[in-house]
């Protein structure tokens, strides 16, 4: 049986990636990303058969990335304040790099939910559900069901992002711009969130 040569076949998974997280082109098909790779079609279909086993290999591996980020988040023994900054630091400097990610997982997981239920969940949300109680209790954040906590932060720095193309006409900015007005949202969202 010959060896697989994993590295084309990691080019391939990260070449799709860049073409679906940082340029949008969620329907790209296997020639535009064999074409981006600088691979042959027939080895992109000998790794994956089909753009359906590439898609779901590209979304298991984004997700498991999502889940463990937000768990090392949740798990971390950092004070919350600085777990939350840091958190948001590297969510949005994540984002800027690869803007339309949280939109091919959402498109994924509405096509195929049946598919992903056990990638979704991270480890420690009912840890950090109980942190945000403990901080809501002492007087440091708003008091509120934890659940509206966790879907404010993600909303605050999530739906800028996934509205900045027609952000970027309204306004008149180019990438960088906008990519800056992200970067200052960083402070601006503990300002809003914390006490």
């Known amino acids: 049986m010959p060896i697989r040569d994993t590295g084309a076949e990691q080019l391939i998974k990260n070449t799709a990636k860049h073409i679906f997280f940082a340029e949008g082109r969620l329907h790209a098909n296997t020639q535009d990303i064999a074409d981006a790779a600088g691979v042959s ?73 049946c598919k992903y239920t056990n990638e979704v969940k991270p480890h420690h949300i009912q840890m950090f559900l109980e942190q945000i109680k403990a901080e809501m209790e002492a007087g440091n954040i708003e008091s509120m069901n934890p659940v509206h906590f966790v879907l404010n932060l993600f909303s605050l720095m999530s739906y800028p992002l996934i509205m900045s193309p027609i952000y970027k006409k309204a306004f008149e900015l180019s990438n960088e711009g906008y990519a800056c007005l992200i970067n200052e949202r960083k402070k601006m969202i503990c300002k809003m969130i914390f006490q």
């Open 41 to 113: 079609r027939t080895l992109l279909n000998y790794y994956f058969r089909t753009k359906d086993i590439l898609i779901e290999q590209v979304f298991k591996e984004a997700m498991l990335a999502l889940t463990t980020r937000l768990d090392a988040v949740m798990a971390s023994d950092l004070p919350f304040k600085q777990k939350i900054e840091n958190f948001i630091d590297l969510f949005l400097t994540e984002a800027n790099a690869y803007p339309y990610q949280e939109t091919f997982l959402i498109t994924e997981l509405n096509s195929n939910s």
